[in-house]
C-alpha cells in the first residue's frame, strides 16, 4: 500500500511559517562557532570527561578508558570529526585505565599518583617480609634479587 502522506522538505515547511522562516534566516545569517577551543566540547559532558585526544602525525587519538565509552564514543564520532583542525582521521584507543586531565582534581591526587608510578607497588610490612623469606630461599639469583627489590617497598 502507497503511503500518500510523505514527509514534506524542512526548507518548505520553513518557508511557509513565517515565524519559522525568520528564525531560520536569522540562523544561517549568524557565523559558525569558532572552532578555536576544546574539540570535546561537541560531545555530551558525561562523555566529554573521558576522552582524552592525542594528536598523532596523520591522525587523532581518542583515548577513553573501557570499551563502553568507546562505544557511546563512536555515536559521536562523525561530530567529534568534524570540531577536529584539520579533520583527519580519529582512531578510539581503549586504554584500560582513567586518563587524569592536569587541569581537573586536587593536586595533592594528582603528586601521589605521580609518586605512586615512580615508586610502583607498595607493601604492607606483613607481605614485605614474606616476599623477603621467600627471596632468601630462592636459587636462581636473578628471581631472588627481583624478589628482594619487590619486598624493599614496604608502606612507611
Known sequence: MANTNRPQNLGALLKRHPRLGRLAANARAQPAPSQGGD????????????????????????????????????????RLQRALPGAASVKIVVTGRRQLDSGSGSSAHSTDEGKYRAMGPVLDAESAA??????RDMDDP???EALARLAS????
Do not use: Y
Not at 153 to 156: A, F, H
Open 142 to 144: 636473578g628471581l631472588s
Open 130 to 135: 614474606h616476599i623477603a623469606r621467600a627471596a
Open 39 to 78: 574539540p570535546r566540547t561537541c560531545l555530551p559532558p558525561a562523555l566529554r570527561d573521558r576522552v582524552m585526544l592525542v594528536e598523532e602525525s596523520q591522525r587523532w587519538l581518542a583515548l577513553v578508558e573501557n570499551s563502553a565509552t568507546a562505544q557511546l564514543l563512536r555515536f559521536h564520532l562523525p
Open 153 to 156: 617497598r614496604v608502606k612507611k
